[in-house]
């Protein structure tokens, strides 16, 4: 059996971690949805960026743009919109068979707009407005900005995927705002059970800086047994951390506030690892597939991380699995001189700024390309 299929059994979905035209034009969503199982789609600024400056699938937008006095930024929301609805509409079958559980696709709000509350707001507002789906998420940075955003959006019913979270202690706020927007929303009389909401807690972007800061105090001269202990680390430091903020998900979603809402038909917000590609050549390369796997979780993955796990993918139900070696890697992470909190908060400032220049770059391509018409 696929591989890929198999992890529906133990409680987890599969989205894919790209969207460009060509993936509602040629098919390539709807052949992922029937042969592999895939339940729902992620973009991001990055794979927008990636997607109009390496194909012509957007040139009918740009003539049709021509003349017409609009802006980089305005063509690219409309070719995003246009690509987002169109996922969606492909999606819709499995949001209806499963009756919102799953079936969304994602659209990031501006990058640009991370630490200021009330623009997110907006932002986040007019954009589900304009996208009209129901099973669209609207991608909201997890920046301590964010997080009241977060809340407020939730209040106001509208599904949103929580992006860039690193910390457990950043998951925790971001669990506490959904369950604190849908008391708002029960208390004004709104239907809680037509809410859905996924926190993205990131990886491979962990171990990536671990592994730096490990090489670091290895060439600035350790004893064999402390090199030892810092070479143990690699790959390991992001699984635990994810497994600890796992933990977490099931804590806050078992309390008593959490059954008050669910007896009203509340979703949990499900966990959703992202950036679960491998970053370093000699972990396996479905090593943060394999190793993430249980309940009431998302893993978006790449293609080709798709397609790897669809050829050698291991299934087991891993998550909880031995929760005191997360607990001793972490520990040992904090001896060895390495702090999770400033890693974390390192990645979170960098993750922003990347998707920055991603944004940048984009509206530049869409710009040059609007210009050359």
């Known amino acids: 059996m696929n591989p890929l299929r198999q992890l529906a059994e133990l409680g987890q979905s599969i989205w894919v971690d790209n969207l460009q035209r060509s993936y509602i034009t040629k098919g390539t969503l709807k052949k992922l949805i029937d042969e592999d199982g895939l339940t729902g789609l992620t973009s991001n600024p990055t794979i927008f960026q ?35 609805q169109g996922a969606a509409d492909i999606l819709r079958p499995v949001y209806d068979a499963r009756k919102g559980q799953d079936g969304y696709a994602s659209l990031e709000v501006s990058p640009l707009l991370a630490h200021d509350t009330q623009a997110t707001l907006e932002e986040a507002r007019r954009l589900w407005k304009t996208l009209s789906r129901p099973n669209v998420m609207i991608k909201v940075p997890g920046t301590e900005a964010g997080v009241p955003a977060f809340e407020q959006l ?12 690193f910390s ?27 809410v859905a909401s996924v926190a993205s807690f990131f990886i491979s972007r962990i171990d990536a800086i671990v592994d ?24 390991k430091v992001a699984i635990a951390n994810a497994k600890l903020a796992y933990r977490t998900y099931k804590e806050l979603f078992s309390s008593a506030r959490w059954k008050a809402l669910s007896g009203k038909g509340a979703r949990v917000q499900r966990v959703l690892w992202a950036s679960t590609s491998t970053k370093n050549p000699q972990l396996r390369d479905v090593l943060y597939v394999e190793e993430l796997i249980g309940r009431d979780t998302v893993n978006t993955l790449p293609p080709a991380t798709i397609d790897a796990f669809r050829d050698h993918g291991k299934v087991r139900p891993s998550l909880e699995e031995d929760l005191a070696g997360a607990e001793e890697t972490m520990r040992q992470l904090e001896t060895s001189g390495i702090s999770i909190k400033k890693v974390t908060e390192e990645l979170a400032t960098d993750g922003i700024r990347l998707f920055e220049e991603s944004f940048d770059k984009l509206l530049s391509a869409v710009g040059e390309k609007l210009g050359a018409k």
């Open 154 to 165: 939730t209040a106001e019913g509208i599904n949103v995927n929580v992006t860039l979270l």
């Open 168 to 194: 457990q202690e950043r998951y925790r706020q971001i669990a506490e705002a959904y369950i604190s927007g849908l008391e708002k929303l029960a208390a004004s009389g709104g239907d809680v059970s037509k």
């Open 212 to 235: 730096k800061e490990v090489e670091k105090k290895v060439k600035a001269g350790v004893t064999a047994e402390q090199k030892k202990a810092l070479d143990a680390l690699s790959g």
């Open 50 to 84: 990636k997607a109009v400056s390496g194909s012509e699938d957007y040139e009918d937008l740009f003539n049709e743009a021509k003349g017409k006095g609009l802006s980089g930024n305005d063509l690219y929301e409309k070719l995003a919109v246009r690509d987002v």
